[in-house]
């Protein structure tokens, strides 16, 4: 599986970005997604995730409130829609798959060794 993301980039702090993560296959619903990020010299750190149909959501507790992640099956999408963000939301942001597993607890769902696929990362920055 062939992890596409986009939508990062340079924003101020207090905007938005939205990133974008496709896949190929029918078979997306039924794929666990989550987002990661990782800063030089520091492992990668959940940020939110979503079950297959999208009644399931998890957010780690610094993006709760700002950071929306939604999916759109139809078009084998999933989104992170980043609000309010701050200087140290700056990173470099993954996107990532589970295809073995719709949903998990938020312990499975936030860790990084859940997921099988990743994508090839897409820069946020945002300046003051």
């Known amino acids: 599986v062939q992890l596409q993301a986009s939508g990062g980039g340079l924003a101020q702090a207090g905007g938005s970005l939205r990133l974008s993560c496709s896949a190929p296959?029918?078979?997306?619903?039924?794929?666990?997604m989550g987002w990661f990020s990782q800063t030089p010299g520091k492992e990668r750190e959940f940020v939110a995730a979503?079950?297959?149909?999208?009644?399931?959501?998890y957010y780690t507790s610094s993006v709760k409130g700002r950071f929306f992640i939604s999916r759109d099956n139809a078009v084998n999408t999933v989104y992170l829609q980043m609000n309010s963000l701050k200087i140290e939301d700056t990173a470099v942001y993954y996107c990532?798959?589970?295809?073995?597993?719709?949903?998990?607890?938020?312990?499975?769902?936030?860790?990084?060794?859940?997921?099988?696929?990743w994508g090839q990362g897409t820069q946020v920055t945002v300046s003051s």
């Open positions: 990532a798959a589970d295809p073995d597993r719709e949903v998990g607890s938020y312990v499975y769902m936030s860790t990084p060794g859940s997921y099988d696929y």
């Open positions: 296959g029918r078979a997306f619903s039924r794929y666990g």
């Open positions: 979503i079950s297959g149909n999208g009644d399931t959501t």
